[in-house]
């Protein structure tokens, strides 16, 4: 499980922008997300680098909060 702190991420608009670009490149990947808090859970066999890149391609500036070690 990957978190995300997305700052710039605002709106149900938003968090629709970012689960259809991490589903382009994991289409299985379980994906929640807090509007308030600006945190998006991922639930994603890909690493933490190629979801941060899926994110920023949607327009965003994700920060990796937490991941397994």
Not at 13 to 28: E, N, S, Y
Not at 29 to 56: G, M, N
């Amino acid at each position: 499980m990957k978190i995300f702190r997305v700052p710039d991420m605002i709106c149900g608009g938003c968090v629709q922008a970012i689960t259809k670009a991490v589903r382009a490149d994991d289409p299985a990947a379980e994906i929640t997300a807090d509007i308030a808090t600006h945190l998006v859970t991922i639930d994603s066999v890909k690493s933490p680098s190629i979801l941060r890149a899926a994110i920023e391609a949607a327009g965003f500036t994700p920060e990796l909060a937490a991941s397994p070690a």
